[in-house]
């Protein structure tokens, strides 16, 4: 009895540790998704959006409104087990961010003018996606203790 109750516990705590892990690794590969994304579209908006000799397309963009579309889906499917985390919290903080780093991008993109003020208020958006992202990992580091 003693020893199926061991199994038992031991086991339950496997799944525990697995659970946190599976949590810690799935959310910072979402962040360093994103942060990664956000450095390439902020290298977008400082090429004035031309690769060689052409425009971005839309359907380049897609890459991240989909990252985005991800993230978020990610984040609704654990809501329920860990928005009390800090990190969740900041997760779906630095989506927000995202979102509008990249509506912003986007619009930059597609305006017939470029104005050297909305570059650098896109640049300052692109730092708000990294602070965010930084302290998303910062939280997962302090709940893993």
Do not use: W
């Not at 003693?2 to 525990?16: K, T």
């Not at 994103?34 to 390439?40: C, G, T």
């Not at 990249?102 to 958006?125: F, H, Q, S, V």
């Amino acid at each position: 009895m003693r020893l199926a109750l061991f199994l038992l516990l031991a086991s339950m705590a496997g799944v525990g540790a697995c659970y946190t892990s599976n949590y810690h690794d799935e959310l910072t590969a979402n962040v360093n998704l994103i942060a990664d994304l956000s450095d390439k579209l902020n290298d977008y908006c400082r090429a004035g959006f031309k690769l060689d000799d052409r425009q971005v397309s839309e359907e380049e963009m897609g890459e991240f409104y989909y990252a985005l579309k991800k993230a978020r889906a990610y984040a609704q499917m654990i809501a329920a087990r860990d928005s009390g985390r800090a990190s969740y919290r900041d997760f779906g903080a630095l989506l927000d961010e995202d979102q509008a780093f990249i509506d912003a991008a986007n619009r930059y993109r597609l305006a017939p003018e470029r104005d050297p003020a909305t570059l650098d208020a896109l640049a300052a958006e692109h730092a708000r996606v990294r602070a965010a992202a930084a302290r998303v990992l910062a939280d997962l580091r302090t709940e893993s203790r």
